[in-house]
């Protein structure tokens, strides 16, 4: 079989071909460009059109199309309602033009439940069950595998770890991303520098965001160094919830943020250890970094694809 995925967010866009044989996928090209999301929506899609033909072979064409594509959106029906990330897109129905420009079947899902497939089927949380993937960047997304099939809930929209909800030591009610996404690990760090005298090597960083927070605190800046570990608490918190709801063999985190490794995870699994109801809820290996770096939602998308079609086991 072979399938055309494509990976489309607000920053950048990829295309790769995979061919799926004997229950194994195998990359064979691989194409990125910028997004450039500002520009008209029609100009846009055209744009993720002309990268998924790079990737084609002379003379071939895809059986399908897998496509990792903002939201919200209806994967069913491949209509992205609104997206955060890319003005102005509001009813459009991706999944139709797509299917118009390469004549064939288009299977659309969100990215964290395709990087959950991805990293379920041959990546850090392959075979666990259930799995929990969470991809920790300018936000949180993820996704949840339960018997080897991707949990999507009785809206379609499932799962969204992002937005478990925690609170703060001054009593406020918050998302988990509000708090333990690069983004919160950023805005954190500019307030506490604005409003108190601390020291750090951050106050001669001229933009102040979460991959310059963490550079600062791999380098053993302290201050920085606390930021991050208040992120690593927070996420513990979520983690204990997510714990307490599905029990999963494992969590599989992957993202810009999670390459902190165990400058992150450390305080979360101690968060963890006090608060969870019983130790018989951690798996032995439970927090694992993900494998498969930025591929990871071109992998899901064509394992997706794999799936709907009917190849895999279901």
């Not at 607000?10 to 995979?18: L, V």
């Not at 459009?92 to 299917?99: A, E, F, H, K």
């Not at 996704?143 to 379609?156: D, E, K, P, Y």
């Not at 499932?158 to 988990?176: D, S």
Request: proline share 5%; hydrophobic share 45%.
């Amino acid at each position: 079989m072979n399938i055309l995925a494509l990976d489309f967010g607000g920053t950048r866009m990829r295309a790769a071909w995979y061919t799926f044989h004997d229950g194994a996928l195998t990359q064979q090209t691989r194409v990125e460009t910028a997004t450039q999301a500002t520009d008209p929506r029609d100009t846009v899609i055209q744009r993720l059109i002309t990268l998924g033909r790079q990737v084609i072979p002379a003379g071939a064409g895809p059986d399908a199309v897998g496509i990792a594509a903002p939201g919200p959106h209806e994967a069913a029906t491949g209509v992205i309602h609104h997206s955060f990330t890319l003005p102005g897109w509001h009813a459009v129905p991706l999944g139709d033009i797509l299917r118009q420009a390469f004549g064939c079947p288009v299977y659309m899902q969100n990215d964290g439940n395709l990087g959950a497939l991805a990293e379920y089927h041959n990546g850090a949380g392959r075979g666990c069950n259930p799995l929990l993937y969470m991809t920790i960047s300018t936000g949180i997304g993820g996704g949840v595998i339960l018997n080897g099939q991707l949990f999507t809930g009785w809206s379609g929209l499932a799962a969204e770890p992002g937005h478990v909800m925690v609170t703060t030591p001054e009593g406020e009610r918050v998302r988990l991303e509000a708090i333990a996404s690069g983004t919160a690990i950023g805005d954190r760090a500019q307030r506490l520098l604005a409003s108190t005298m601390v020291e750090s090597t951050l106050r001669a960083v001229p933009v102040i965001d979460g991959a310059a927070v963490g550079h600062a605190a791999q380098q053993g800046d302290a201050f920085a160094l606390s930021v991050i570990r208040t992120a690593g608490e927070y996420l513990g918190l979520g983690m204990v919830s997510l714990l307490h709801l599905f029990s999963p063999e494992a969590m599989v985190i992957g993202g810009s943020v999670a390459k902190l490794g165990d400058l992150l995870f450390e305080p979360a699994r101690e968060v963890i250890n006090t608060h969870i109801l019983n130790s018989r809820f951690i798996p032995p290996n439970l927090i694992r970094p993900a494998q498969h770096g930025e591929n990871v939602c071109l992998i899901g998308a064509a394992w997706w694809v794999a799936q709907k079609s009917g190849q895999t086991a279901r």
